[in-house]
């Protein structure tokens, strides 16, 4: 990880000691998301998967946009996995309080700006849902047509999600 940082000018901010202890913590007793949930009581996430190359200036134009919206950056988390050598999934998570609140408002908006422009960049959203899934959808009309076919062969009376492509 440190040299996959060093090569992509990236910089680690928290180094996981025993990644195995922690990867079978995790998954036997789930409480990552009950950690994020007490920074602010909620967020939202946009996950995607880009080029490792690409981070860099995902990251500059986020926080940028977060600034436009008067969104503090500070309250930006991030997550990489590795998925190819060059390719990673990553994620952006805007820590918000409750639906109503100030900063949730500003989330609302910001949210949608920043998927469109990191659509526009290149990053794939490779689980097209919600806002979302129109973005996708939009760009990838033969996607969009073979979801359709799976979707009538699987369900022909449209009772699983009616109206949306997932099942």
Not at 45 to 74: E, H, S, W
Not at 79 to 98: C, N
Not at 146 to 160: V, Y
Request: hydrophobic share 40%; charged share 25%.
């Amino acid at each position: 990880m440190k040299l996959l940082a060093k090569e992509e000018s990236l910089e680690l901010c928290q180094r996981i000691t025993e990644p195995a202890k922690k990867l079978l913590q995790e998954i036997e007793f789930p409480d990552g998301y009950e950690k994020f949930k007490k920074i602010k009581g909620y967020y939202g996430v946009i996950p995607f998967i880009c080029m490792t190359r690409q981070l860099p200036i995902f990251n500059r134009v986020v926080a940028d946009i977060a600034r436009g919206f008067g969104y503090d950056v500070k309250n930006i988390g991030s997550l990489l996995l590795p998925v190819e050598p060059s390719r990673i999934h990553f994620q952006f998570a805007f820590y918000t309080g409750p639906a109503g609140s100030e900063d949730y408002k500003i989330v609302e908006k910001l949210f949608g700006t920043m998927s469109s422009t990191l659509l526009r960049m290149g990053a794939f959203f490779s689980r097209p849902y919600g806002l979302w899934a129109g973005q996708v959808y939009a760009k990838a009309s033969t996607y969009k047509a073979m979801l359709k076919q799976i979707k009538e062969a699987i369900d022909p009376e449209n009772i699983m999600n009616p109206g949306k492509l997932n099942l």
